[in-house]
């Protein structure tokens, strides 16, 4: 059940996500993801349930992030909007795909996944491992 706490402890939790995210730049979803999982479990929500509540709330909160910086950008002329449609177009179809897997994958191979995917993600940042760049690309 929803009550004034677990509504506090949300907006604290994705207030202190935010914050975090924005300082050591990383993604808020590393966080916020088993964040909201736990927190929603604690409502009494079952976890097939709680697991796909908590992805699709992270997705959907990236949204208004997204127009917000595009927006933004675009008004400093810096978007190359030849590269940000093939990436627009493969994010959506990635996004159909993910979706469909989320609705009909079970619990626990959702939450090993989420788990092996930030791993892989801090694992590659730890390494130090990023893509060179050429000269035309900087």
Known sequence: MLTVTSILILLAAGAGTGFT???LGIGGGAVMVPV???????M???P?????IAFGTSLLVILPTVIS???????LKAVRWKIAVILGSCALAGGLV????AANLPEKI???GFGALVL??????GLGMTPKLRKEDA
């Not at 909201?36 to 479990?41: A, T």
């Not at 097939?48 to 796909?52: E, F």
Request: hydrophobic share 55%; glycine share 10%.
């Open 48 to 52: 097939d349930i709680a697991i796909r």
């Open 44 to 46: 009494g929500v079952p």
């Open 110 to 112: 959702l939450k090993l």
């Open 120 to 125: 892989a993600i801090a694992l590659w940042m």
């Open 36 to 42: 909201s999982y736990w927190l929603i479990l604690t």
């Open 69 to 75: 910086g595009s927006w933004r950008h675009n008004k």
């Open 98 to 101: 993910g979706a469909t897997l």
């Open 21 to 23: 995210s924005g300082l």
